[in-house]
Protein backbone atom coordinates (compact mmCIF):
# COMPACT_ATOMS: atom_id res chain seq x y z
CA UNK A 1 0.00 0.00 0.00
CA UNK A 2 1.83 3.79 -1.05
CA UNK A 3 0.30 6.69 0.86
CA UNK A 4 1.10 10.28 0.20
CA UNK A 5 0.49 12.79 2.63
CA UNK A 6 0.14 16.32 1.62
CA UNK A 7 0.64 19.65 3.38
CA UNK A 8 1.98 23.36 2.45
CA UNK A 9 5.25 23.47 3.72
CA UNK A 10 6.31 19.66 4.68
CA UNK A 11 7.53 20.47 7.63
CA UNK A 12 5.37 19.76 10.60
CA UNK A 13 1.78 18.19 10.04
CA UNK A 14 2.59 16.04 7.08
CA UNK A 15 5.97 14.90 8.71
CA UNK A 16 4.65 13.76 12.01
CA UNK A 17 1.06 12.06 10.32
CA UNK A 18 4.55 10.22 7.97
CA UNK A 19 6.12 9.46 10.75
CA UNK A 20 3.37 7.92 12.68
CA UNK A 21 2.13 5.95 9.72
CA UNK A 22 5.31 4.21 8.76
CA UNK A 23 5.57 3.42 12.75
CA UNK A 24 1.98 2.02 12.78
CA UNK A 25 2.74 -0.76 9.59
CA UNK A 26 6.79 -0.75 8.57
CA UNK A 27 5.43 -2.46 5.16
CA UNK A 28 3.54 0.48 4.29
CA UNK A 29 5.05 2.97 1.97
CA UNK A 30 4.60 6.37 3.02
CA UNK A 31 5.57 9.61 1.51
CA UNK A 32 5.01 13.75 2.30
CA UNK A 33 5.47 16.18 0.22
CA UNK A 34 4.43 19.86 0.32
CA UNK A 35 2.80 21.69 -2.32
CA UNK A 36 5.22 24.29 -1.34
CA UNK A 37 7.80 22.62 0.13
CA UNK A 38 9.59 24.41 3.13
CA UNK A 39 13.24 22.29 2.04
CA UNK A 40 13.60 21.80 6.16
CA UNK A 41 11.56 20.01 8.68
CA UNK A 42 10.13 22.28 11.73
CA UNK A 43 12.37 21.87 14.38
CA UNK A 44 9.08 21.61 17.19
CA UNK A 45 7.61 18.86 14.90
CA UNK A 46 11.03 17.36 15.14
CA UNK A 47 11.07 17.40 19.44
CA UNK A 48 7.62 16.78 19.09
CA UNK A 49 7.72 13.41 17.37
CA UNK A 50 11.24 12.34 19.17
CA UNK A 51 8.94 12.46 22.69
CA UNK A 52 6.96 9.64 22.13
CA UNK A 53 10.09 7.60 20.33
CA UNK A 54 9.43 8.30 16.98
CA UNK A 55 13.12 10.28 15.01
CA UNK A 56 12.11 11.85 11.66
CA UNK A 57 15.04 14.11 12.09
CA UNK A 58 15.93 11.81 8.62
CA UNK A 59 13.20 13.10 6.73
CA UNK A 60 13.41 15.58 4.27
CA UNK A 61 10.14 18.05 2.74
CA UNK A 62 9.63 17.19 -0.97
CA UNK A 63 7.86 19.09 -3.07
CA UNK A 64 4.94 17.16 -4.68
CA UNK A 65 6.05 17.82 -7.80
CA UNK A 66 8.90 14.89 -6.63
CA UNK A 67 5.58 11.95 -6.95
CA UNK A 68 3.25 13.29 -9.61
CA UNK A 69 3.99 10.47 -11.66
CA UNK A 70 3.50 7.83 -9.29
CA UNK A 71 0.98 5.85 -8.61
CA UNK A 72 -0.73 5.98 -4.89
CA UNK A 73 -3.66 3.90 -2.98
CA UNK A 74 -4.14 6.93 -0.77
CA UNK A 75 -3.12 10.85 -0.92
CA UNK A 76 -3.92 12.50 2.06
CA UNK A 77 -3.67 16.08 2.33
CA UNK A 78 -3.78 17.35 6.14
CA UNK A 79 -4.13 20.99 5.90
CA UNK A 80 -6.76 23.12 4.48
CA UNK A 81 -3.99 25.40 1.84
CA UNK A 82 -2.99 21.76 0.21
CA UNK A 83 -6.29 20.48 0.21
CA UNK A 84 -7.44 23.40 -2.17
CA UNK A 85 -4.52 23.43 -4.25
CA UNK A 86 -4.18 19.68 -4.08
CA UNK A 87 -2.47 18.83 -7.42
CA UNK A 88 -4.71 16.63 -10.10
CA UNK A 89 -3.71 13.04 -9.54
CA UNK A 90 -6.23 11.97 -12.24
CA UNK A 91 -6.37 8.13 -12.79
CA UNK A 92 -3.19 7.24 -10.57
CA UNK A 93 -4.72 7.73 -7.13
CA UNK A 94 -7.22 4.98 -6.27
CA UNK A 95 -8.45 7.26 -2.69
CA UNK A 96 -8.19 11.35 -1.74
CA UNK A 97 -9.11 12.15 1.47
CA UNK A 98 -8.63 15.36 3.68
CA UNK A 99 -8.19 14.92 7.31
CA UNK A 100 -6.88 18.73 8.51
CA UNK A 101 -5.00 19.82 11.76
CA UNK A 102 -4.08 23.07 13.12
CA UNK A 103 -0.86 24.42 12.21
CA UNK A 104 1.10 24.70 15.57
CA UNK A 105 3.93 26.58 14.07
CA UNK A 106 1.66 29.55 13.82
CA UNK A 107 1.29 29.85 17.78
CA UNK A 108 2.07 32.68 19.48
CA UNK A 109 3.30 32.89 23.36
CA UNK A 110 5.43 31.80 25.81
CA UNK A 111 7.45 28.85 24.94
CA UNK A 112 5.70 26.31 27.09
CA UNK A 113 2.23 27.32 25.12
CA UNK A 114 4.28 26.79 21.66
CA UNK A 115 5.54 23.71 22.96
CA UNK A 116 2.18 22.12 23.99
CA UNK A 117 0.64 23.06 21.03
CA UNK A 118 2.96 21.11 18.61
CA UNK A 119 1.87 18.41 21.34
CA UNK A 120 -1.40 18.60 20.83
CA UNK A 121 -1.50 18.26 17.26
CA UNK A 122 0.74 15.76 17.41
CA UNK A 123 -1.71 13.69 19.47
CA UNK A 124 -4.39 14.23 17.12
CA UNK A 125 -2.23 13.79 14.22
CA UNK A 126 -1.52 10.32 16.01
CA UNK A 127 -5.12 9.69 16.93
CA UNK A 128 -6.77 10.40 13.48
CA UNK A 129 -4.27 8.38 11.41
CA UNK A 130 -4.06 5.38 13.78
CA UNK A 131 -8.00 5.20 13.14
CA UNK A 132 -6.89 5.55 9.47
CA UNK A 133 -4.78 2.81 9.76
CA UNK A 134 -7.14 0.71 11.44
CA UNK A 135 -9.64 1.17 8.57
CA UNK A 136 -7.15 -0.14 6.29
Known sequence: MKVLILCTG???RSQMAHGFLQSFDKDLIVRSAGTRAAGKLNEGAVRAMAEVGIDISHHTSDPVEKYLGEEWDYVI???GGANGSCPMFTGKVKHRLHI???DPSH???TPEFIESEFRRVRDEIKEKFYEFYQSL
Open 107 to 109: ATG
Open 100 to 102: GFD
Open 77 to 79: TVC
Open 10 to 12: NSC
